[in-house]
């Protein structure tokens, strides 16, 4: 009776101490959480590397000053990793030029120089311009994320790390969040200052579809929120990869040269009461774009 009882009281300890070394090892694994520069390096090399790139996009802007509320415009963007990325719209009455390099930027609306800084909206791409995690990581920071702060939570059924200071009595931080199993980006909050310098309202990023072409790696849909309102969305057409560029579009002192003798933007409205439906769709762009010069 002795020996069995000294037996079980050897069983009950063994195990106890099996429990408790599980316990303590679980703790230290869910304790560790990567670094911001770890899981931007990790994203940057799922993301994967090319020479260039080149999209066909549709854009769908959603405002209530536009005529139905919506517009949906054609868009192509080439990037030349990691060096500069250029957009380019045109509907039946405005057209846009867009490019953009780490330290420039230049915005042409109807053949005139609107400005030489990027808006929110445009700061989507440089999670797939820049295909270094250092300057990915200086861009982030510029941007107003705090790339010393990470943790791993739940998000939509999914265990994510979230790069960035979290969100506390009601203030909205930067943060970018990545799935922990894919490694890609899933949302990217911004907010605070932009590259001006100037507060912004905090806008959401959303990224879904994630496809895989050759090396690369591109959601099919992004999907841009502000306060909790869908404002736009990109859909991803088709994909061209290591195709021969035009140097010359990317240029930004032959494009300033090209478009410097035009005003930066008119600053007069025609009014005419029969205008077209589609006339009516631009007039509206333009009053998006006279309210928020880089919302187009």
Known sequence: MNKQYNFYRKLYFLITAVLCFVVMMSSFASAYVLTGSQILELVVSRLGKAKNLGIHQKLVLYDEKLEGGTVELDERVNYIF???????????????????SFDQALVILDGKIASTFEGGFDHYKDLFLFKDRMTLQKRLQMLGLNTDLTRITRYNDRIVYIIGQKTEYGEIHPELYVDKKSLL????????????????????????????YKKLRLPGR??????????????????????????????????????????????????????SDARKTIDGLNKIIENDQLAF
């Open 185 to 212: 980006p899933i949302k990217w909050v911004l907010r605070g200052s932009n590259l001006r310098g100037e507060k912004t309202e905090p806008l959401e990023i959303v990224f879904h579809d994630w496809k895989k």
């Open 82 to 100: 990691s060096e500069v990325f250029r957009s380019d719209i045109k509907s039946q009455k405005t057209g846009k030029i867009h490019i953009a």
């Open 222 to 275: 992004i999907e841009f929120y502000r306060n909790n309102s869908l404002v736009r969305e990109i859909t991803v057409g088709k994909v061209m990869i290591n195709r021969k560029l035009n140097n010359n579009a990317f240029d930004f002192e032959k494009l300033k040269i090209k478009y410097a003798a035009s005003d930066v933007k008119e600053t007069e409205t025609k009014k005419d009461e029969n205008k």
